[in-house]
């Protein structure tokens, strides 16, 4: 969708793998979505539409993804939870993150 300048679509794909997977994704996302708005290909000024566009699949996206990845992780965890809320949490607020991978590698598969 991003080479071949649908953005519409590469929003809403960028957005369910930000929402699902990795919330690290939306700088790398983010940087390349600004990046096409700055550069000559997508002028501001001259294309609203695409603009509006845009931002119409960012919160289709928001919408759809952010309960869906809630339902199916709540129910495998046993629990209401959003994974990338959670690791927000952990690693922001609890200031936590140097926790993560302290184990001997061979615990990660056995545990």
Known sequence: AYTSCQYGRFTAFSA?????FRAELAGFLGIMLLYEILNERMYLWKNINRIKEIFVSGVISLIVF?????IVDSYFW????????EVL???VVLNKSSEWGV?????????
């Open 16 to 20: 369910a793998a930000i929402l699902i």
């Open 66 to 70: 952010i309960p869906m990845t809630v």
């Open 78 to 85: 046993r629990r209401t939870l959003w994974p990338e809320l």
């Open 89 to 91: 949490h952990f690693n």
């Open 103 to 111: 184990m001997p590698f061979l615990w990660y598969f056995y545990s």
